[in-house]
């Protein structure tokens, strides 16, 4: 069984950082694309950014140029280096995989941005 773990998140300012981690019990990320999401009071969970196993990095455009995923295969461990947080980008942040065709999420940790 995968198990995901988030960590990081909390209260910051606007314009402030901060840095996510995710870790997974197995080694799962390097055969797997690993998506971070996030999901807003009241609102969808959405998409925020994408690693690929073959390397490619996919932003949604509210986050480029703010937000970096990266991938530490020997930790089995992603990240998702948060910069220039907006109060809009406050909700649950989730890692995803998709491992031998089963879904597995994270917990989720709160990142709440004040103005």
């Known amino acids: 069984q995968v198990q995901l773990v988030e960590s990081g998140g909390g209260l910051v300012q606007s314009g402030g950082s901060l840095r996510l981690s995710c870790a997974a019990s197995?080694?799962?990320?390097?055969?797997?694309?690993i998506v971070w999401y996030r999901q807003a009071p009241g609102k969808q969970r959405e998409m925020v950014a994408k690693?690929?196993?073959?390397?490619?990095?996919v932003y949604e455009d509210f986050v480029k140029g703010r937000f970096t995923i990266s991938r530490d295969n020997a930790k089995n461990t992603v990240y998702l280096q948060m910069n220039s947080l907006k109060p809009e980008d406050t909700g649950v942040y989730y890692c995803?995989?998709?491992?031998?065709?089963?879904?597995?999420w994270g917990q989720g940790t709160q990142v709440t941005v004040s103005s």
């Open positions: 995803y995989v998709q491992h031998l065709y089963r879904d597995y």
């Open positions: 197995g080694s799962i990320f390097s055969i797997n694309d």
């Open positions: 690693s690929t196993k073959g390397g490619v990095l």
